[in-house]
């Protein structure tokens, strides 16, 4: 059946943001990750604290690989693999199991039809607006919008061979955090339209010009923090975008129903609070780019 225009079933609205520098766990997240990576082939890497002592320690892997355990935190940069570091500001102070987590694109094929190119390996293509990676056409054409919800570029004219490279440019779901949900949504596209009437003419004449969405939403569960967090952290750059998954049809009320995913960066935040109600959030967003839509599984 078709999708319909408003939400219908399920939770209606799930909000992510991306976890700071992977950082998953309750305890000092005081990591930074190194951008030299040099591998021959796209890899994520995870990092685990596996003991608190003097230094902590940590465990990492490669790709989900095998376990390097017992690595004495320094504080310096530590190289893990392929060039790729990780430096802890503290060499004590952690949480037992505490994670960190990071993906990296090198040299990564892309399916090509026209003008367009894709990520081929589908668990590569949430990528992150935060740090974008970038996509090369060996023909030389130029890259004009990137859809950040499918790993897709659109280039100015048909491409050849593409590749996309990027330290922390993709998404490992790990690396995500939900941070609430959403209801009673709306989207809101719009195109921008240039008058190109000239002197003569009985008719106004228009030129579609570039198309814009925007969210409006109330907010009904907060998991973590609040909308105004998000509201700071696009303001300042420390987190420019959040990732939305708009659910409008939903029979079995399981997030796995027709949804808009989308990144976006929040901008307005109204707080009310009616005599005899709960206080409710109203927050808007501005859309990066283009909504992707998956179908209900």
């Not at 608190?52 to 530590?78: C, L, S």
């Not at 890259?143 to 922390?168: E, H, M, R, W």
Request: with cysteine; hydrophobic share 35%; net charge negative.
């Amino acid at each position: 059946m078709a999708s319909p225009s408003t939400p219908t079933h399920g939770r209606l609205a799930a909000l992510y943001r991306m976890r700071p520098h992977g950082f998953k766990g309750d305890g000092l997240n005081d990591v930074t990750w190194g951008t030299g990576f040099a591998g021959a082939d796209s890899s994520y890497f995870e990092v685990v604290i596996d003991a608190e002592d003097t230094p902590d320690t940590f465990k990492w892997r490669q790709d989900g690989g095998g376990w390097t355990e017992d690595v004495a935190i320094t504080g310096a940069a530590q190289t893990l693999a392929d060039s790729q570091t990780i430096t802890f500001a503290a060499t004590t102070g952690h949480t037992l199991s505490d994670q960190w987590v990071i993906g990296n694109l090198k040299d990564e094929p892309t399916s090509e039809s026209g003008a367009e190119a894709q990520i081929t390996d589908t668990l590569m293509r949430l990528l992150n607006p935060n740090t974008p990676p970038t996509f090369t056409d060996d023909g030389g054409e130029s890259v004009l919008t990137i859809d950040y919800t499918q790993g897709k570029a659109t280039f100015s004219g048909n491409v050849g061979n593409v590749d996309v490279d990027g330290n922390d440019g993709y998404i490992v779901e790990a690396a995500l955090e939900q941070v609430g949900y959403c209801f009673g949504w709306n989207l809101d596209f719009n195109v921008d339209m240039a008058d190109a009437s000239r002197l003569g003419q009985k008719w106004k004449e228009a030129i579609p010009g570039q198309a814009g969405a925007t969210i409006k939403a109330d907010s009904y569960l907060i998991m973590v923090d609040t909308f105004f967090d998000g509201l700071v952290a696009s303001a300042d750059g420390s987190l420019k975008y959040l990732l939305l998954e708009l659910f409008n049809y939903d029979p079995d009320q399981d997030q796995t129903g027709d949804h808009f995913i989308c990144w976006a960066g929040v901008t307005g935040l109204n707080v009310s609070a009616p005599i005899g109600d709960v206080v409710k959030e109203s927050v808007s967003f501005s859309l990066l780019g283009m909504p992707s839509h998956k179908a209900n599984a």
